[in-house]
């Protein structure tokens, strides 16, 4: 009850579960196993990174937004102008990229800091319309609709270059997923954490403990900015090129689908979300091009209606 | 006396948890239950069980003859269940006056007759639900569940946090319409005497059953008695 | 208003706040001593939590002045008020419906101590911090629920928690608006002496209905009426001052008062 009781209540959150490593080790090994998928572990590695940056924010701290697609683009242009300008070191331009998106995520936060859910979405939405219009207006830096194209950068860690298998595409994203992943984790489960959980449920009670709100929910925002920005840059340097489909409308609303699936509030969400939604995303595709959005929707009805748990428990559908 | 509210081996709770078992209790017309015990005894939990708000697992329950376990929730009021939870649930978007008009039924108790037993809530007709103060709300609870003209009042704890001067009003209001109308009600109150004074009947619960059943002068005339089953130091 | 210059550590000088036509406090002057046991009451809808609201800087007055420890905070932010030791309670608790007892006042604690902003320690890494919550969840009988998340506790620990938060905050200037209202009868008494065996400089301000309890606690009181200041006074004079038993005791005591 007391003594050791409490400590390791507390502590027992931040642990490392038996089944993280495994989880993690599974992932890494899936490209070298199976070859032909690295591709599309690619794909997931980098949409789960963006998951769980918006996570962050959401899940954490309760700011709906439905443009964080405007970070993701944002890092994926920077990547793209810094190797055609600058350097084609992608670690260099991961970190430019970042910084980049970081700044933006900074300035917009002072948007989101007030006002109701629904106007916080309308904000967010527009802030990511706004940077797709100005990417596509300043077409000579962006290229427009054509996009940048034709990238190549220097191998990774100076050694792996990336292949057409995507086999070093797919570590590469993996190895930066897993980083940041980590520090999100202690992020969340710091004090830091516990206090934009409290911003969250309950802002009234947050300033009256002291919790300086605006503060914590400026950092957040920057450092999940920041995460997504990390995520469009692999976008960019994992493909070779970069067009203003990542400011998409849907890229922010995939993703916001995806922390349905894998639910918001526990980081792995973000993770199982991407996984669940790109496989089926590609099984379906391949099985029905013309109706997979159907088929797609129809999960994410029955998802909600008879909730994540219950799902896995086929025998309690019907049971009220 | 009759038989207007009976309860039967009642038992109750939330999703798989079992609150309360086999609780039996049954009250006359025009009779008032002191509804006592310790705090998480299932005292709340029997009362948002009678207004439908708890499933029951088993049991049943009858008013006036007729078997009210099996209406849903929403039909309660109109089998005469007037509510008054814990925890207020005033419509906040609506005015002090929507509140009232909303649930209102054909009775004696009607919109005019409560401004007069609660003058504040009449100085505030126009206000909304948010903007009242704490003990505002509370009396327009009870203002709103005496409006639904009901044949048993449920108040729990409905005392709380309102000025001595309308507690007493309050008191002395439902011991007068219990008398002259017959109305049976269920209170549950942290001081048991205030209670007790205005009540028949008294039931303690401890851990989910009936510990102690009797008039409430037997317990009132006992404090050694009270204090011992409430756990009450006074 | 006193001619003895007492140590006064919270002063509303002459606060009026209007929502529109409506005035809710009107021209409030109230003086909180140092190690106070102070209380405010009166007739529901009187305007003792909008005054609590425009003391901790929820609301911003129409007019008027707040002093903390000689400091103008009128325009202070409400969370640099905490900082310098003016914590409030809630009269509908204000609780973190994810979070159990232990998670939300280690929150506290840290948030409290400095560590809200350490990004990188586990919130339990601390020994200093872990201790202090389980002082209080021992103190606020919250052991036994310290695992359970708020959402799912019973309304009479909601209370309980809510009044261990603000103690988690080691207040200098305490505001507690209706603490007791939903804890069971046996555990108010002992409630509010933990609230009065605070450290003799700790000044509280208690807004309560419950007279036993007001009157064995409080060593001065003030009465509001219709947002404004109708009295203030020692516990006896406010007894026996007819206008009170008018509008808000009753008369139904006599000597004794009327329990809430």
Redesign the interface.
């Known amino acids: 009850m007391t003594g050791n009781g409490a400590q390791a209540s507390l502590l027992r959150a931040s642990r490392v579960k038996k089944w993280e490593p495994v989880f993690w080790l599974l992932a890494f090994a899936v490209p070298v196993v199976m070859p032909s998928e690295a591709l599309i572990v690619n794909e997931i590695a980098i949409v789960a990174l963006f998951a769980v940056s918006l996570d962050l924010v959401l899940g954490y701290s309760g700011i709906v937004s439905l443009g964080h697609a405007a970070f993701f683009g944002l890092g994926a242009y920077t990547a793209a102008l810094f190797c055609k300008h600058v350097s084609p070191d992608p670690h260099m331009g991961l970190l430019v990229s970042m910084g980049a998106a970081a700044v933006l995520g900074f300035a917009a936060s002072f948007t989101v800091l007030r006002g109701s859910d629904l106007t916080r979405l309308m904000v967010t939405l527009g802030l990511a319309l706004i940077l797709l219009e100005l990417a596509n207006k300043f077409d000579d830096i962006t290229g427009g609709t054509d996009g940048i194209q034709g990238l190549v950068f220097s191998p990774v860690l100076g050694k792996f270059e990336f292949d057409l298998a995507g086999r070093v595409a797919s570590y590469y994203s993996l190895a930066v997923l897993l980083a940041l992943f980590i520090i999100a984790r202690r992020i969340v489960h710091s004090p830091f954490g516990a206090t934009l959980e409290a911003i969250r449920d309950n802002r009234l009670r947050a300033m009256a403990i002291g919790i300086p709100v605006h503060a914590r929910l400026i950092a957040v925002y920057t450092i999940a900015a920041a995460m997504a920005g990390a995520a469009g840059a692999l976008f960019t340097q994992t493909s070779g090129f970069s067009s203003l489909d990542v400011f998409e409308f849907h890229r922010s609303a995939d993703l916001m689908l995806m922390l349905v699936v894998g639910g918001t509030g526990w980081l792995y969400g973000g993770v199982v979300g991407a996984i669940v939604f790109k496989l089926l995303q590609d099984f379906l595709s391949s099985q029905t091009p013309q109706y997979w959005s159907f088929w797609l929707g129809l999960f994410l009805v029955v998802l909600v209606l008879v909730g994540r748990d219950r799902l896995l428990k086929p025998w309690t559908w019907f049971k009220r | 006396m009759g038989d207007f509210l009976r309860v039967d081996g009642l038992s109750a709770g939330y999703g798989e948890a079992v609150v309360l078992e086999g609780v039996s209790l049954s009250l006359g017309e025009g009779q008032t239950l002191a509804l006592l015990g310790?705090?998480?005894t299932g005292k709340?939990t029997l009362i948002n069980t009678l207004a439908g708000a708890t499933r029951m697992h088993a049991g049943t329950i009858a008013l006036a003859g007729q078997p009210l376990h099996t209406l849903p929730s929403y039909m309660r009021a109109a089998a005469g269940i007037g509510w008054v939870p814990?925890?207020r649930n005033i419509f906040k978007s609506l005015t002090v006056e929507e509140n009232l008009t909303a649930v209102a039924r054909p009775g004696r108790w009607d919109v005019k007759r409560v401004y007069e037993m609660f003058p504040?809530l009449a100085e505030?007709k126009g206000n909304l639900g948010t903007q009242?103060?704490?003990?505002?709300q509370?009396?327009l609870a009870v203002a709103r569940a005496l409006v639904v003209n009901p044949k048993l009042l449920l108040l729990d704890?409905p005392?709380?946090?309102?000025?001595?001067?309308?507690?007493?009003?309050l008191l002395k209001t439902i011991e007068r319409i219990t008398r002259e109308e017959g109305l049976a009600a269920i209170i549950v109150e942290?001081?048991?005497e205030?209670i007790l004074r205005i009540s028949h009947r008294a039931v303690v619960l401890d851990r989910g059953m009936v510990v102690h059943s009797s008039s409430a002068d037997k317990l009132l005339d006992s404090p050694v008695l009270l204090s011992k089953l409430?756990?009450?130091?006074r | 208003m006193s001619g003895i210059t007492k140590d006064i550590v919270l002063s509303a000088q002459g606060l009026v706040k209007r929502f529109g036509g409506i005035v809710a406090t009107n021209n409030v002057t109230l003086d909180l001593r140092r190690g106070a046991r102070h209380a405010l009451i009166g007739p529901n809808g009187a305007g003792k939590t909008t005054l609590v609201n425009l003391l901790t800087g929820v609301l911003a007055p129409t007019s008027g002045r707040i002093v903390l420890e000689g400091e103008d905070i009128t325009r202070l932010a409400p969370h640099k008020r905490v900082q310098r030791g003016m914590v409030r309670t809630f009269q509908i608790s204000q609780l973190f419906a994810s979070m159990t007892p232990l998670e939300t006042l280690a929150l506290v604690v840290s948030q409290h101590r400095g560590l809200g902003a350490n990004l990188w320690q586990p919130l339990g890494a601390r020994a200093d911090v872990v201790q202090r919550c389980e002082e209080l969840l021992r103190q606020f009988h919250l052991v036994e629920a310290m695992d359970v998340r708020t959402e799912h506790l019973a309304y009479g620990k909601r209370r309980l928690l809510e009044i261990a938060i603000a103690l988690a905050c080691e207040p200098r200037v305490l505001l507690l608006d209706e603490p007791v209202a939903g804890v069971p009868a046996g555990e108010r008494e002992e409630l509010l002496q933990t609230v009065a065996a605070l450290p003799a400089d700790v000044s509280v301000l208690l807004i309560e209905h419950d007279m036993d309890l007001v009157f064995s606690f409080a060593d001065r009181m003030t009465v509001l009426v219709n947002g404004g200041v109708l009295v203030e006074g020692t516990p006896d004079e406010i007894a026996r001052n007819d206008e009170v038993k008018a509008v808000y005791l009753g008369h139904d005591a006599g000597n004794e008062v009327a329990h809430g």
Do not use: C
């Not at chain 2, 009242?132 to 505002?136: D, M, P, R």
């Not at chain 2, 409430?230 to 130091?233: S, W």
């Open positions: 310790r705090n998480g709340t814990q925890e504040r505030r009242l103060s704490g003990g505002e509370q009396m704890e005392l709380e946090g309102l000025a001595p001067i309308i507690v007493s009003e942290q001081h048991p205030a409430l756990g009450v130091a």
